[in-house]
């Protein structure tokens, strides 16, 4: 079956450090792959959108790669800030669905 | 423009109960779907619609069923509550393309089943 994992301990990084996420996948050939941003009792908000065709996209301080042969995506905060503390979901889509990770709990310390 | 509206916010069942949650959008969007997200087992999609009239099964649809009968609305209902349909519950309004695929998400229904 389609599988999504993403780290299920928390990140605690400092405040100015670069955060790095991992997404990896089975089981699974995504069209693209997107990474969502959620924050306690709120539903998930978009950042970024990376196509199969793509190794890497950037926006702002937010970087996403892309390894089909890996099945892995790396998402990383550079200048991290106290704000970007969240939960941060990798989302694969493939035809009509998409399909989400558990999301690793991101804390920025100041 | 308030995007992706989910009515109620917060819900308490009894075993046995029934209830339908509501989805509106104001986007325009073809493709609706309904998710759950339990602790540490992330978004599970329940069901989904590609267009007005039209409905198809996600990974753990059984309890739940669907209905669009409008394009801006998209129903989720339980007919007979049981304690592990406890959850919150999403939904999502997009448009699948590797352009713009991204999906919009409502603030979340918290339903509890007693």
């Known amino acids: 079956s389609q599988k999504i994992e993403q780290n299920s301990e928390a990140l605690n990084i400092q405040e100015g450090k670069t955060a790095t996420l991992t997404c990896n996948y089975t089981n699974y050939s995504p069209a693209y792959l997107q990474w969502y941003r959620q924050d306690p009792g709120r539903g998930p908000v978009f950042l970024l959108l990376i196509r199969e065709n793509e190794k890497e996209k950037r926006k702002e301080r937010l970087k996403v790669t892309f390894d089909t042969t890996l099945k892995q995506s790396l998402f990383h905060i550079t200048a991290s800030q106290p704000a970007d503390s969240a939960t941060y979901l990798c989302a694969l889509t493939g035809g009509f669905k998409t399909i989400f990770g558990a999301g690793t709990r991101l804390f920025v310390k100041a | 423009n308030a995007g992706v509206t989910q009515t109620p916010k917060f819900r308490v069942l009894k075993t046995g109960q029934s209830m339908t949650l509501l989805c509106a959008q104001d986007m325009n969007h073809e493709y609706m779907y309904w998710y759950r997200q339990d602790p540490g087992m992330g978004l599970r999609l329940i069901h989904y619609?590609?267009?007005?009239?039209?409905?198809a099964k996600g990974e753990v649809p059984d309890g739940y069923n669907v209905s669009r009968l409008k394009k801006q609305n998209f129903l989720l209902g339980l007919e007979s509550a049981a304690p592990s349909q406890t959850s919150v519950y999403f939904c999502a309004a997009g448009r699948p393309s590797v352009i713009t695929g991204e999906l919009f998400f409502g603030e979340g229904s918290r339903l509890t089943v007693l």
């Open positions: 619609s590609v267009g007005e009239g039209t409905t």
